[in-house]
């Protein structure tokens, strides 16, 4: 006798019993529930499939499920830009506070105020009138993001029951709709979360913990209230990763679990992107994606000509060939090929299959360059990892062109051997000698407005 557990469904299955092979599978959530011999000499299996019996063999069930996933990381993107952005809003906001103030204070003049305190008045103004465009855009593009969010919220229920019912009504039409939402979120992000780097705060030190190399990072696409942060100690033939519940438990150093990899890593230019950890593989060009909460390697795959094993490294060395990064508008690869005569290669990967999508030569030599991080799909450079450095060189995927730099920051601890941008929290991450660091980022941005070309 077999009883139904609440929200999931049972089959029992009459086979064989040498002839059974049940195992589960991480995608449709198979499980072996119960097992047991018959009189007649048959196995009588309990299998456990999700609540929403939705078979492999069901096409229409896995698009609906991609369609969910494709909604649900629309709305996780949604988040990283409000969440980017909550600073500049801020900062428009008491602009036109202030605008207002002065506005005020000139009507209210009338002759009382000193030739010269009432011309630096109107100086002050004079300065300020040209934000005056860019504040109502920033609240038009704050009500279009309140427009999103709703289509979000309403296309997410069109489609939970659409997948309840098992039903095909409208599937095309909500494809149509997930993929106008995706290329205006694309849009949006560009518009309010991109600029041009300006400047790099002092640096903030987190913690000082483990060797003279290593990363750590915290997960570029994950919502708000995940704070995860992994930690990775060390350049090559690791395979431990820490991973803390939050910040304050990694500067606690308590609350943690361990993965151990089933491959071990080389570099420390590890990344961390939508639950998954791209990294490269130790003596190798190949790629792997592990995925944390399956603790498994979804794919691998060999970079096509890319250099391994300290052939094009950066100037600090260790095995750093190969360096993964996120930024707003997705997964990239920098690395170098004898083809490209170790010059500096950065790629845009797709995520899903680890294929690279295009490819672009920097033209600058890898092992002249310190370190390097994308922002808004600009490769910028270090000229040294040592005390001194800065930020001297710039490529502009969008336009394939560059430009030389000069974008000082305070090395402190004198050898840093990781530099990576979050763009959900605008921040730059570093291991520099055995501390983990955090830098502000300065982005400068034109918000076209009606009228501009």
């Known amino acids: ?152 919220r309403n296309l997410s229920s069109s489609l939970a029951a659409i997948q309840e019912e098992m039903g095909a009504y409208g599937y095309e039409d909500l494809q149509r709709r997930v993929m106008a939402l995706e290329a205006r979120l694309h849009a949006c992000a560009q518009k309010l979360g991109c600029g041009k780097l300006t400047g790099v705060s002092n640096p903030i030190t987190v913690r000082a913990m483990g060797s003279r190399f290593g990363s750590w990072m915290t997960d570029t696409m994950a919502p708000s209230a995940d704070s995860r942060v992994w930690y990775m100690d060390g350049y090559y033939k690791g395979r431990r990763v820490l991973e803390f519940r939050t910040l304050g438990d990694f500067i606690k150093g308590q609350n943690f679990i361990q993965h151990l990899l089933p491959q071990p890593w080389a570099g ?59 930024d707003e508008s997705g997964l990239w690869a920098v690395y170098t090929t004898n083809q490209n005569a170790g010059n500096i290669v950065v790629s845009r990967l797709d995520p899903h299959t680890l294929e690279v999508v295009r490819s672009w030569d920097t033209g600058y030599p890898k092992r002249s360059a310190g370190e390097a991080f994308m922002i808004c799909g600009v490769l910028y450079v270090t000229n040294s990892h040592l005390a001194g450095a800065k930020v001297y060189f710039a490529y502009f995927t969008n336009t394939s062109s560059y430009e030389y730099t000069d974008v000082p920051f305070h090395n402190q601890y004198s050898h840093i051997s990781m530099l990576d941008y979050n763009p959900r929290e605008r921040a730059l991450y570093t291991w520099n000698n055995g501390h983990q660091v955090l830098y502000n980022v300065t982005l400068f941005h034109v918000i076209s407005t009606a009228g501009d070309p």
């Open 1 to 152: 006798m077999t009883t139904k557990a609440p929200g999931v469904s049972m089959w029992g299955l009459q086979i064989s019993c040498h002839e059974l092979t049940l195992f589960q599978s991480p995608e449709e959530g198979w499980q072996l529930y119960t097992s047991a011999q018959a009189p007649d000499g048959k196995c009588i299996c309990t299998a456990v499939i999700p609540a929403q019996s939705t078979c492999s063999r069901d096409g229409r069930s896995r698009e609906l499920r991609q369609l969910m996933g494709k909604v649900q990381n629309v709305s996780q993107s949604m988040e990283v830009l409000e969440l980017r952005t909550y600073r500049d809003l801020q900062y428009v906001r008491s602009m036109e506070t202030l605008m207002r103030s002065l506005d005020a204070r000139l009507r209210a003049a009338d002759g009382s105020l000193s030739a010269k305190s009432f011309q630096e008045l109107k100086d002050r103004m004079s300065e300020l009138l040209p934000l005056s465009s860019v504040l109502e855009q920033y609240k038009a593009d704050t009500r279009t993001i309140v427009r999103l969010r709703e289509e979000v």
């Open 268 to 326: 420390t230019g590890h990344v961390v992107y939508n639950g998954s950890l791209f990294y490269n593989k130790y003596q190798s060009n190949v790629v792997v994606k592990y995925h944390f909460r399956s603790r498994s390697v979804l794919v691998q795959r060999s970079l096509p000509g890319a250099g391994y094993n300290n052939t094009f490294p950066y100037s600090w060395g260790g095995f750093s060939d190969m360096d993964f990064m996120v």
